[in-house]
């Protein structure tokens, strides 16, 4: 069970993605704390610690799995790394957030799912829009069966993440997308990977 007071997490990766979401996220919500950072590159490792006022860095996943003091293991490496990670975490009693994509064979997803459940464990895949409006209405669209079963989903996304509450419309026109792109890039990087496919995009 995740305890009643705060989540001690320890985070693994400290790249762009960890640096620009997860630990100022986690900076950001008083029921956790991060406990440690992990990066293979050793000072990347440090420079976050000292950034996110994070007391322990390590350049081994090993030392964060291994500590009692540390609920939740965060997965935020490269790809092709997150399936040993997160397997060994569970394997470690970590609860585990895992960046997408987990694995690339669903049978993998199963058995860390078996895992996690055989030892009461929580799991979750860091997908960005699991909580947007609109996702979470066609989730409540497919649960109620308004759709029937689906077979596929085509849909167009606008990522608003970063983008100054108070001018959310701010990209329907060029002009405006220019100055998203401004703002992206002064409060960090973007979900959607080509700023032109991102611009070109109609507005909600
Ligand atoms: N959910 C989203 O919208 C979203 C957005 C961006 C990135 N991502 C995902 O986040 C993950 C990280 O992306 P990024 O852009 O931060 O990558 P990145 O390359 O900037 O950072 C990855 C970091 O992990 C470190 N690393 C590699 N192997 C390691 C290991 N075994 N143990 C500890 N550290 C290790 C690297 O040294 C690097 O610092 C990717 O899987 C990416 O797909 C998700």
Not at 12 to 40: F, K, Q, S
Not at 75 to 86: I, Q, R
Not at 146 to 170: H, L, S
């Amino acid at each position: 069970m995740i305890r009643d007071t705060i989540v001690r997490v320890g985070v693994v990766g400290a790249g762009t993605w960890a640096r620009a979401a997860h630990l100022p996220g986690y900076r950001r919500d008083p029921r956790c704390r991060v406990v440690a950072v992990c990066d293979i590159e050793i000072d990347r490792a440090r420079d976050t610690a000292r950034a996110f006022d994070v007391p322990t860095a390590t350049a081994d996943a090993a030392d964060i799995f291994r500590r009692d003091d540390i609920d939740l293991v965060d997965v935020c490496t490269p790809s092709h790394t997150h399936f040993d990670l997160a397997w060994r975490a569970l394997e470690a009693g970590k609860h585990v957030l895992c960046e997408k994509p987990v694995c690339h064979d669903y049978r993998d997803i199963r058995r860390a799912h078996e895992l996690a459940e055989s030892k009461n464990l929580k799991t979750k895949v860091g997908l960005t829009f699991r909580y947007a409006p609109a996702v979470m209405y066609m989730q409540a669209l497919i649960a109620d069966g308004f759709v029937g079963e689906p077979y596929i989903f085509n849909g167009f996304e606008q990522n608003y993440q970063w983008i100054d509450p108070e001018t959310p419309r701010r990209s329907s026109t060029w002009r405006t997308c220019s100055s998203a792109r401004t703002s992206r890039r002064s409060s960090g990087p973007c979900a959607t990977s080509s700023p032109s496919a991102w611009c070109a995009r109609p507005t909600a």
